[in-house]
């Protein structure tokens, strides 16, 4: 493939680094222009050359202005040496006066396998403690947990071939369309293959994955385990069970019909209890008897939740009920939320986890990899998890902690206590391939890793795929691999003999080393076992192809799915059925506090925006933190429409943009999780999230916050577009959006400046040493403003100002930035903030690969009558690309 010039393109294949579902991508590289062209790698079993938007935008974030490209030591850029011998003294001292578990990491889903690998060697075998956690615990610790109490061993025992071959799809939890939307691409082309495959969708919220289905059953947030302890029941009433795979392969039977009998009665209770309709919970009960292959996608609405480990092991009983696991077409599989969640898994990411799927519930697992890493210091307990850890540091306990590739400032709850803590911190190190987030700016060390297009390793998908991640480019600046990072430490710190590695493929033969050491394959001791790369060489490491572990000598070729023979990893060598009693959530709304926060990803961002935010198309979708409210609760509170809202919780507040939709219950809300103070004046929710955690997997209860919520009481709103970044002092509510050409600034305040011409004059003229022409149009009366500034015939920047939100649409005014030059009857419309007679304003953006806006498609539904989603495609292009934005189409149609 050549570029432009006719320059030859490197093609290289790796990984995308966002979701669980681990798309194959193929990169065209120019490394001399640092360009790249991504598609989507056909070869690849994850998506068959299928890509999202976030996957397909990946081009748009490798820049480098926003990167940490130089160590730094309090605010000061240094060379590697001084600011490794900084932190290995500063936690050897550390060590040294108060103990190992005065240290911690606090690692990523983003990080290699072989980065994880490292860092969980240093801390737990070596330093001695066990405080290693990860960003993970926030979104899969639930059904690690789930699967460890059922299978013996944390396991997703199917595949994504499963989605082609099943007859029915239970969605739960889970908004598969916007969080991973590959995943849902395959299940609606299965489902356009087979219209007999049934959908159903288990959510509170009427999510775009509502799109395919059969039935959606909107769910009280918290009431899972009734319904599926329900639907064990019925399960056994209906005689739907497979009696020989429960005798011959499972445990715990007795108790847990006994338990699901006691907590559930008929369908019309359930119902009530689950805020359902009674014949949509008979219909659910009745499929899930009367089809055999049914699989369980279940995501983050399952995991984040106080009784999440019930939840998940609740979903799982009645698939061990009925037989239907292991074999093709069905069982419980967890959609992890990143990129190598399930990479961190296998090398011990969590606090109770050694490595290699051993951890510190047994003494022979400690015994075990202390012999193979032949240390004498291994930790022997647990260390904190993620709630836990952060409240350590707030209370003093851990004095020196490195936060590797996350942003725990944002994305923990209680988020405003967690910034406390490192605020108070003796000692924070953050290594980071992005310079200035939320986290960093509390750091004393900053350390330059490598961004996603210069690692070189491993990660793992939801359906236990490993897959390279290649170098696309040399490393920017002087970032280095969290590996690399990690080892110098470890030698610094005394353990060079064990921290000897130069390549990642030293640390990946180590890995696949442990994961068979002691690990007879006729016993079954471990599952997960890739010793067939033990020895693998640089050659073959390079040219690695996508696998399913086990990788042993038995399944040399991998293996698809687990369980198939009704062998477990437990001592019995049986299935565990874990009889469950429903909990309620811990904080349930009260007087002060009336209404339930949900929280979520939106479509076009990941986590908290440090990459995504960089790619214009990706911001035009859902460019500000927003909540979802229902209209008869709306008009309870007095909320209108696009106001602003504070919302409020016990442990914090936030702002956000109102959108009444009734597709959210009565008495909740929902806010999405990404915004950070880089790109929002008060925007993160993890700000107001409840710290409470499930008792058995430590994960925290994002789901559900009771909150109150009110009118912001703005005197003002107002929006400025400008060719360049502005720095001005900011308004009680500011959020900055890139966009293409342009940089947007949407505003909100409650006090008025004397005048606004002297404060446009101040924020917008300290851009451009050139003089502009103004536009200007001011009405005192109404309190409205507008300028414009024009240089060289292009617009400059424009500012709107009003007492209401009644401002201009966006997405005309910010096209004009692209234009080399404006129309003389668009520079007549400036002001106007409306497209001059004849020419089309596209609306707020839909499709984001093709820019494609509502008005457009709403205008080709119009006049060219039409009918369908593939016709709005061959028409405008809208949604032929990653098909994310299909779901809206269809709403709109
Ligand atoms: Fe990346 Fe999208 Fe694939 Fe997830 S679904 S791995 S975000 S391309």
Redesign the pocket.
Known sequence: MSSDNDIELKVVHT?????????G?TAHVDQEQHRLQIQ?DHCHP??FG???????SLADTIELKSRLLEPTVYGRECSWSEALDMVADSFTSTIKQYGPDAVAIYGSGQLLTEDYYVANKLMKGFIGSGNMDTNSRLCMSSVVAGYKRAFGADTVPGCYDDYEQAEMIVLIGSNTAWC????FQRIRAAKENNPDLKIVVIDPRRTASCELADLHLPIAIGSDTILFNSLLNYLNQQDALDQQYIRQHTEGWAETLISAQTSSSDSARVAEHCRLRPQDVELFFNWFASHKKVMSLFSQGINQSSSGTDKVNSIINCHLATGSIGKPGMGPFSLTGQ?NAMGGREVGGLAHQLAAHMDFSNSKDIERVARFWNTHTIARKPGYAAVDLFNAIHDGKVKAIWIMGTNPVVSLPNADKVKQALQRCDFVVVSDCISETDTTALAHVKLPALGWSEKDGTVT?SERRISRQRALFEPAGSAKPDWWIVTQVARRMGYEHAFHYTRSVEIFREHAALSGYENNPQQQVRDFDISAFAEISQHDYDHLQPTQWPVNHEYPEGLQRLFADGHFFTPSGKAQFIAITPRRPVNLPNQDYPLILNTGRIRDQ?HTMTRTALAANLNQHKPEPFVEIHPLDAQQYQLMHNTLALIESTWGKMMARVQLTDTQQQGTLFVPMHWTEQYASHGRIGALVNPVVDPISNQPESKHTPVRIKTYPAAWYGFILSRHPLKFKQPEYLIKVTGEQFYRYEMAGEEVPETWQAWTRHVLCNTHHETPQWQEYIDPSMGTYRAARILDNQLESIFFVAPTIDLPERSWLTGLFVKPVLKKDERLALLIGKPPLGTQDIGPIVCSCFNVGEKTIQAAIKEKELKSHQEIGLCLKAGTN?GSCIPEIKALL
């Open positions: 990984t995308c680094p966002y979701c669980g579902v681990g798309c991508i989507g994850a998506n299928r890509l999202c938007s976030k996957g397909s991973h939307p590959v995943s990129p998908n990941w990653c």
